[in-house]
């Protein structure tokens, strides 16, 4: 089972039997997971709510004259003041097909489905190229794990930073296989990059280190082996030119539009402000690589927030510290630098991400999406540890425990992938407990109001930060127009719909308890938020 060759690695086609039907059946399932994951979620009744209307909105525009050349707005117009969007809108581009396929509601789920089937994919595919059905297996327990701690709902939500996750993981995993020399996969490190660093700043935080070090094991390996670098030309170029497309609607922003978004995210990076800090960051890392380590149990959604002990600490230094000491000892027992280089790559990618974490605003404490690297790191480095073990063992003792890890690691897989489609459902999910009532107010709104341009407001939290933005999102994707505010919340919705104008109509989309109608107004919709639990909202139209 020696590796053939550093440039191409483990070959499916050289497998024969049991062996290579185990390395397509994994293959398979994590393609069509993500894919069953998210029919069985639209099926129960999921709708846009939210930050993820918001994305439907602008994936709409994607491939139109008002085509999105930036990603969806952060937070930092609301810390700082100056309004920043996160680096790029490959995220609207990618899902504004997919909702023109399967529809403006399946086409969201669908589309962040794909992209996670890609990546895990990617992901698998890889770890068996670099490490043969070992790895394979090793990775294939993690991801199943992670897939199970995140739930389902990780395989398909389009919330911006959730959607990172899986193309983190893979760029370090290509760029892993681009430093060992395998320069075919330099094209995957590009496009799993790109769209981990353009869709959310802590994706670009994390593969932003990888992909330098990417770039400069192309260039020392031109310098000492450069024809071996001119017959892998092809797949070079190709990731160059892929590079050029993808980053091409960042580049025009940055030459024709003013202001500059990187100079905005540079201001709300250094603008004076109080910090989440160092120790907090590095206690978060602590709870996510300490046994049991993130990736393999469930957190809930401030879990990950939980006091992690002097021992938990003391545990993930240890802990990180046997994973690069395991990865020397391979090397200077076996010869092989690719278990040292992997470690060198995850330590490069958790400093980065570890200072920039430590410099968000106070109030990105209590948002795990932000935080999606951490259960990376914590799985990366847990198969590290495994994997250089694996390596330290005799010849005659891996011969005999493959018979067992093999099909073992593929069983266990396979359990905790149906174990996480089976245990979640639609009201564990993000606003689940508010699709409902963003359904129904929706469809009454649409029956109320003929197509035409409509202004709408927003009054109390959940009609500003849930269900509005999900009505808005179906009024958009039934033919209708919107206007909102421009303020900090409406810019998100693209300056084309923050214009002042004339409009066929206002609504009023409200949340207080003290909402009634205002003269000339009429009453289109009242739906109990959550059953009635969490208050009633009520759409108000003035023709």
């Not at 570890?354 to 259960?375: I, K």
Request: aromatic letters at 6%; glycine letters at 12%.
């Amino acid at each position: 089972m020696g590796e053939a060759s550093r440039r191409t690695g483990h070959r499916i086609r050289a497998l024969s039997g049991t062996a290579r039907w185990i390395v397509i059946g994994t293959l398979a399932a994590f393609a069509l997971v993500p894919l069953i994951a998210a029919a069985t979620t639209i099926s129960a009744g999921w709708q846009p709510t939210g930050d993820i209307a918001v994305i439907g909105i602008r994936s709409r525009d994607a491939w139109t004259s008002h085509a999105p050349l930036v990603g969806l707005t952060t937070t930092g117009a609301e810390l700082t003041g100056t309004p920043a969007n996160h680096p790029g809108p490959i995220e609207f581009w990618i899902l504004g097909l997919t909702t023109r396929v399967f529809g403006g509601r399946a086409g969201l789920v669908m589309g962040a489905a794909l992209i996670d089937a890609a990546a895990l994919v990617g992901i698998a595919w890889l770890a068996f190229r670099r490490g043969g059905t070992v790895l394979l297996a090793l990775t294939s327990v993690a991801l199943a794990g992670l897939i199970h701690s995140l739930t389902s709902a990780s395989l398909h939500d389009v919330f911006n930073p959730e959607l990172t996750t899986f193309p983190m993981l893979l760029s370090l995993v290509a760029a892993w296989c681009v430093v060992v020399g395998d320069l075919r996969v330099t094209p995957v490190l590009v496009a799993a990059a790109s769209v981990a660093g353009q869709i959310h700043l802590a994706g670009a935080g994390f593969v932003g280190p990888l992909v330098v070090i990417g770039l400069g094991a192309v260039a020392l390996a031109w310098r000492r082996h450069p024809r071996a670098v001119r017959r892998e030309g092809p797949y070079l170029l190709g990731a160059l030119g892929l590079g050029i497309v993808l980053w091409l609607p960042v580049a025009i922003q940055e030459l024709t539009s003013q202001p500059s978004n990187i100079a905005a995210l540079w201001r709300v990076a250094t603008v004076p402000r109080a910090r989440i800090g160092f120790s907090f960051m590095a206690e978060r890392l602590a709870f996510a690589v300490a046994p049991p380590p993130s990736f393999l149990r469930g957190t809930g959604r401030l879990g990950f927030l939980t006091d992690t002990s002097a021992i938990g600490v003391y545990l993930a230094a240890l802990l990180l510290a046997a994973t690069v000491s395991a990865a020397i000892l391979v090397r200077r027992r076996t010869g092989r630098r690719d278990i040292l280089q992997l470690a060198v790559l995850l330590l490069a990618a958790t400093a980065t991400s570890l200072w920039l974490g430590a410099q968000q605003p106070s109030l990105a404490a209590f948002r795990a999406d932000g935080t999606r690297w951490l259960w990376v790191v914590s799985l990366v480095t847990w198969v590290v540890l495994a994997w250089a073990g694996w390596n330290l063992l005799q010849p005659s003792i891996q011969d005999r425990a493959r018979r067992f890890v093999v099909p073992g690691g593929a069983a266990l897989s396979a359990l905790l992938l149906v174990v996480a489609l089976t245990a979640t459902g639609l009201a564990d999910q993000r606003d689940g407990r508010v699709m409902g009532a963003t359904n129904a107010a929706a469809s009454a709104t649409l029956r109320a109001v003929p197509k035409g341009t409509y202004h709408l407001q927003f009054e109390g939290n959940q009609a500003l930060i849930t269900i509005g933005p999900g009505i808005a999102y179906r009024l958009e994707a039934a033919g209708r127009h919107v206007r909102v505010d421009d303020n900090t919340f409406g810019r998100a919705f693209g300056s084309q719909r923050t214009r002042t104008g004339p409009v066929d109509g206002n609504l009023r989309i409200t949340s207080n308890s003290s909402g009634t109608p205002s003269p000339g107004e009429e009453l289109v919709a009242e739906v109990g938020i959550d059953g009635g639990r969490v208050g009633t909202l009520r759409v108000y139209l003035e023709r």
